[in-house]
């Protein structure tokens, strides 16, 4: 047999083993655009695993192809993977080592006879492959190589059977020599997988006793299959159609689609024609192929061994007719219920007639569902969403694909378009994401008209589907932040919690320390920072031309949110206005960072701005003889003199200086201020309970910019603080100013009464360990506190208040060793503010264990006080709680808070899988004993942790789960109780245990 006979058989007989790839799924590279004339290429390829890209996530389409690569990439094409990896003998070629990671691939190649080396001893593997090298090796592997020596051999009929199977096709303008890229390796790989095979059909016997194979090819002509390496090698089939049902239009499950194959050469081993097609739900793998519904397209099918489809690929075909336009270019002076119309992309004149096929009938789909109900054109209602004219008007973001959907079968394409396909979004900014085992809840801070504040998320509903992407990537919704932009496409045909889908776009572009300089309120635009923006889709933004914001800029790059920037302007307290002796008249300004600072006023200024102090004396003389009566009208026109204002109980300091709050600016050369805006009449709310949720108290609604002055103690100590958190649910008296008219917010506010009652999650369980009067008068009581693992002491406030149960004021005398107590302290570090933990106090010291321990049993939840410390205690870093219980079940770390309750006879059991179950590891605990010999001395530090006995007399086990019987004998004198302060549901972070270690 002669040499070129070999070959033949060689790479004829590849393409007869049994095809046994998987498909990896087609994978997404961010430097592969999706318009790009090879991109259908790779995506049908790395779906096959037939090529791959880099560790960074890229393709690399411009990057040069070795023929070493080249060689892998088409024994992969033809599914001899496991046959070149298991090739362990070295190859024919000097410069291929035996350890070059292609060894296998060259072996294999060389034996299915589709590339030989340079030489006989040379391969030239890092050599980059050229144009006719390329079309050489994939004529030879698809099996045609007699044909293509019958045609001149190298390089002439190659070439010439490269061009009439369309492996070059989408390959123009280059040279043979020329060096190949990656994107043009994957289209001619593509495009030689996707032709008819040449296979040995039979042998011919000769007249000396040999045999020549009978070559077929398999091109589905004149009775002869259609078989192509997709086909034989990899189960998949190319194939034109549409999908024409999803989980949104019909009954098919979330992860398939409903495809409609129209034409193919091969599905399933059958030729598909038009006037025949063939419909089967297939599962949607990484496609997208949900995405295309009603699109004529052309995909790349896999068949599994369990008869299932899988469309690997999905694009538009090229005989599909359609157009994709923005709503935000609709011309609606134009458009009617005949034909729409619209300007091209950035323009306002022009605008492009699409008629529509009334006649037929047009369908509309929003968000992929179709939306039976919704007119064209009512010309009684050109404003509402019910028909596709006032959709289109009141929804600018959204994208328009209009087609001519002709019938299968038909020849011919309609004029008019009869099919449109809408993706909307709703807009809004995350508040709070609260993730639990089958659901994630997202609140929302500010959304758009026509959906609610939360949006759940069912993590276990299969009728139920959602997706979140950010920069391309999908996450999960409990990865969401505060702040976070979404653009939410959902069921519009009915309300927005009962959508069966959220497909969200996340976006975190924030653009900071912008000055807005124009707005233009007809066409609803803003020029902020040098760039013109509009408000996101349905969100109410009104942006104030010189000031300065930051801007929270959805998927659409509009403008979601705007945060007027506090920080860029001085707000403060003018306190006083004096007369130096060196002549110089100075203002005194509470600063809105706590401090005092004293400017200089100019002469012509001082009676003007005298007049913005509340108590302040006036008179219309220099001599002072004359005192003005501020009832007046226009009495500030007659001010020449004035005396300071003095402050007493009748006009305190916390009534004046909210009165008396200024926007001002300072001459960094003369130190001279100048008062811009005067806020004598704010927004006010009086010992209102601060809501967290909606971040106000009462009326006075801040933002997380507003900046926070604390004036609680001006009367009594003259100090003044910033402050930087609220607790919710304390009461606050508040006064808000400048209020910002995109979101209602107060850019600055003053709280004159209960900052002292400021708790956090860092907020520690105090332990009460005596107390005593500290001050030389007898004035002073201060507590000792057993608090972070060791003893400290505490002045407490003359005005401290103490809350124990039903919110009631507790003495200050009340406790006794061995009480829970939270507190808080002022800016001068003296307790201000207490709750206690127990119901009761005294509870431990004034009782015996076995008293405690029947109250415990018999009124477990009663014996914390009923503050809500979840509310009291949490923030945005951390949700806290204080629990009370019996601990059981000691595991590792972790120990467990149990719940008493009644067996069947009436015994107090504890239920191991029915309590809460917290790590202690890095928890501080501590111990009271009712066992020690001195009340005074029964709080022990650093005992270590201690359960109730897992005794296994006292335990039975009822449906699975253990029940441990605190009654037990060798159980009821040793149960351990503890109080617990836990961060994150589970994380103990103070563990109080109250035994009887007698």
Partial sequence: MNKNLKKVISSVAALTMVASSVAAFAVDFPDVESTASYAQAVQELSALDVISGYDDGTFGPDKLVTRAEITKMIVDALAERSSAEASTESTKFADVSADHWAKGYI????????????SDTEFDPDANVTYVQAQKMLVSAIGYETFAQGQGGWPTGYKTYAASLDITKGISGIKDSTELTRAQVAQMIDNAMDAPLCVIAGWKPEWNGTQTPNLEVRDGKEGRAYETLFTEKHDAYKVYGRVTETSKTGSVDNDKVTFQVEKADNFDDEEVKADSPVSEDMYIGDSKADNYLRTYSQALIQKNDDDEFTILSIAAAAANKSVTVASEDFDENKSTGEALYFFPAGTTKGSTKYQLDTTNGVTIYVNGVKQDSMAIYDANDLESDKTLYGYLKNHETASVTLQKETEVGSTSTSAKYNTVMISSYATAIVDEVIDKTNETSVN????????????????????????FKLDGKDIEAKDLQQNDVLNIAYDTTGSFRDSNFYDVIVTRNVVDGVKCTSRNDTKGEYTIGGTKYKAAEGMDIDVETSTEYSLYLDHFGRIAKADENSVSKNYGVLKN????????????????NGTEEEYKVDSDKVNEYATYLKYATFYSDKEKKNRIDTTTKDWQSKVVAFD??????????????????????????SNKITIKSVYNDPTSAVD???????????????????????????????????VSSLNDGSPYTAYGYDKSKSDNTY??????KGTSSVFNSETQLAIFNGSEVVDDDGDKTAYNLVVNGEEKQF????????????????????????DVLVYATNSEGYISRIYSVFAAQNVLNGSSFEDFRTNAFKKQSSVLADTKFADLLSDDDNDVNVVFGPVVDKSGSNITIGTVTTNAEGKYVVNYDEGLEVNYSNAKIYTYDFAAGSKKSRVLLDEGIASTPDVKAAKTTVGGQDILNLEHEDVIDDVVFAVVRTTDKDEAQEIYLIVNND
């Fill in 444 to 467: 929302f801070d500010t959304y758009s008209t026509g959906i609610q504040a939360k949006m759940t998320v069912n993590k276990d509903d299969d009728n139920y589907t959602y997706s």
């Fill in 577 to 592: 206005i004096y007369k130096k002796a060196a002549g110089d008249y100075m203002a005194q300004i509470i600063t809105k």
């Fill in 107 to 118: 072996n294999q190649g060389v034996a299915d006879g589709f590339i030989a080396g340079m």
């Fill in 747 to 752: 850019r600055f506010v003053i709280i004159t």
């Fill in 644 to 669: 300071a204002p003095e402050y007493s109980t009748s006009q305190p300091k916390s009534v004046a200086y909210p009165t008396q709050v200024v926007e001002y600016s300072v001459s960094s050369s």
């Fill in 795 to 818: 002045i407490l406030d003359d005005d401290v208040v103490i809350t124990g149960n039903a919110g009631k004021t507790v003495a200050e005398d009340a406790f006794d060793e061995g």
């Fill in 688 to 722: 209102t309970e601060y809501k967290e949720s909606g971040n106000k108290i009462g009326s006075v609604k801040m933002a997380d910019s507003t900046v926070i002055l604390d004036l609680s103690e001006v009367d009594t100590k003259d100090s003044y603080s910033v």
